[in-house]
């Protein structure tokens, strides 16, 4: 026992070092609040501010209804502590509290772990969120994937070991607590709820069993009440301009409006009925699992540049099991394995998690995010893959030691991939950023995949600082950073095919301003902008281009 002590303070000690380095380089600067990060800003500024739960970027300073509201409570509470709703303070206070989610994330993972596996084996498991690429990306972004992570991996470690005790014990309220906490970070916190109360069932403890149920009806009814409620108020029919409530708007609107698009991004392809809802799961099975083998390792595309990797070792190793699906479908496999042992051994609550959470990702319609939505899983499938391995390693117990260095040396790969894909995105895409704030001062610090697109937007915003009236607003495919920057009002454009029509709903806005970026994450700029400022040119004027022409504003004459 003695021995195995000392061996936990050795891993812990590495798994230390290791979130330490990681956050080295990028302890500066306010937290990343692109991309959906937006969302969560604005509607905690305006709890803060007393607003209630709104979209302050929107005309009319809407409802919010898409994410629920713990995380942008988080945002509300520090703004209050520092006395400022100014993002560059309170995105640094925000930045300071994710390094400790990381923290503690990291060690709750090995703690976890620790309960299945020996400390070898454990610091595998701990070791494969704690490197994976989207890991550190997401504790860069004011993103729930984080918290939402940690509240899981806390609830498992309550609701897990509560099952050897009495049925009411401490552990049990804790993991009453933060189950529905979870939801309130991500809607997905569904599949926990529902883990909850399937284990209970399974092991015979029905009085939990009901407990669960009952929680799970208050926050889910509780949230969609609310949900509810917005819809069938009158200001929710009759919007500030026509599109904003349109079922495209998914800032605007909830998932399920989302959901129902063949493409939410291109809603002239139409809906979906039963059948093609169903053909849509299918078809995303094959990606999904795939993914699910990246989600152990890294996403294959980091695998492209193996060949200017200087080291031989990693060359092979990279070329062996990254140009092929081969590897990742070894990894999914394992995963795959290592939850079918928990289950035979009776450990339902983290398979029954695991399958319910790929059961609502593989019905959304965004394939190209299935390895976000399944960063939340990574320290499930990497202690099932370390129990799947040392089940093996167990089995070959008496016999000699080459015969094992395979299974071992599977761990060993993934570990290289993921340190190859970490020190590839350090060394490529770990950008220097540089804008200005409100007050006009430069803020000038580092962020991950801020790529030349982002910075000719952010260029084109400056230019917004410096010449629009703060009563104009803006059409433009990152509204939420616009308005985060400038304190314009902006909005996404009308993903409106016919430019006809378009111009007719930007009129209704009423827009001043009209963004086109070469932003990759999203195009609707130049699919649904671009072709109203051809058509009608003469109500167009091209007011400002990037040095790099990635990024055009044009004014309404």
Not at 144 to 151: N, R, V
Not at 328 to 345: E, I, Y
Request: charged residues 15%; contains cysteine; hydrophobic residues 50%.
């Amino acid at each position: 026992m003695p021995a195995i002590k000392y061996l936990d303070r050795i891993t812990i000690t590495v798994l230390l070092l290791a979130v330490l380095s990681l956050w080295a380089a990028r302890a500066q600067g306010p937290i990343d609040l692109r991309y959906d990060a937006g969302v969560y800003y604005l509607t905690g500024e305006a709890l803060g501010s007393g607003f209630g739960y709104r979209l302050l970027s929107e005309p009319g300073n809407i409802n919010a209804i898409q994410y629920p509201p713990l995380l942008p409570t988080l945002v509300a509470l520090v703004q209050l502590a520092t006395n400022s709703s100014d993002p560059e303070i309170v995105g640094r206070v925000l930045r300071l509290i994710y390094f400790v989610f990381s923290i503690v994330y990291t060690l709750s993972n090995y703690a976890l772990a620790r309960t299945f596996l020996t400390p070898c084996w454990a610091v595998f498991a701990a070791a494969v969120p704690t490197l994976h690429v989207h890991t550190v990306f997401m504790s860069d972004l004011l993103f729930a994937e984080l918290p939402y992570s940690l509240f899981t991996i806390l609830f498992f470690l309550s609701a897990g070991r509560e099952a050897s005790q009495r049925e009411f014990g401490p552990r049990f309220w804790v993991a009453a607590i933060l189950a529905p906490a979870a939801f309130f970070l991500r809607t997905s916190g569904l599949a926990l709820l529902g883990a909850w109360i399937i284990d209970n069932s399974l092991r015979g403890y029905w009085r939990r069993a009901a407990i669960g149920v009952l929680i799970s009806l208050l926050s889910v009814g509780g949230w969609q009440g609310y949900v509810w409620v917005i819809k069938h108020d009158s200001r929710y029919e009759n919007p500030a301009y026509a599109y904003q409530r349109a079922a495209y708007q998914f800032y605007n609107v909830g998932y399920i409006e989302n959901v129902l698009y063949v493409d939410p991004f291109q809603p002239e392809l139409g809906r979906v009925d039963l059948y093609h809802f169903a053909s849509r799961a299918a078809h995303n099975l094959r990606p999904l699992i795939g993914r699910i083998g990246e989600t152990l390792s890294a996403d294959r595309g980091w695998g492209r540049s193996e060949e200017s990797e200087s080291s031989i070792f990693i060359r092979s190793v990279l070329k062996a099991f990254w140009l092929g699906p081969h590897a990742v479908l070894l990894f999914a496999a394992l995963s795959g394995v290592g939850l079918l042992l928990m289950v035979l051994r009776r450990q339902w609550l983290i398979p029954a998690y695991a399958l319910a959470s790929l059961l609502l990702i593989v019905i959304t319609p965004w394939p190209a995010q299935f390895l976000r939505y399944l960063s939340p899983l990574a320290p499930v499938f990497g202690i099932a893959a370390a129990v799947a391995l040392s089940t093996v390693t167990t089995k070959l117990r008496a016999k000699p030691l080459l015969v094992k260095i395979p299974v071992i040396a599977i761990s060993a790969v993934i570990v290289v991939i993921q340190v190859f894909a970490l020190s590839k995105m350090f060394k490529t895409d770990f950008n220097r950023v540089s804008y200005r704030g409100k007050n006009g001062h430069e803020i000038s610090y580092h962020l991950f995949f801020y790529n030349r697109s982002w910075k000719a937007q952010d260029q084109a915003i400056d230019w917004l600082l410096a010449n629009a009236s703060p009563e104009d607003i803006v059409v433009t495919s990152t509204p939420h950073w616009v308005f985060i920057r400038t304190g314009l009002k902006a909005v996404m454009p009308p993903f409106e095919a016919d430019p006809v029509l378009a111009q007719q709903l930007l009129d209704s806005v009423p827009t001043k301003y009209l963004v086109i970026d070469s932003l990759g994450f999203i195009d609707v700029s130049r699919r649904y902008g671009m072709p109203v400022v051809e058509t009608f040119s003469q109500r167009w004027k091209e007011v400002y281009t990037s040095p790099d022409q990635s990024a055009r504003v044009f004014q309404r004459r």
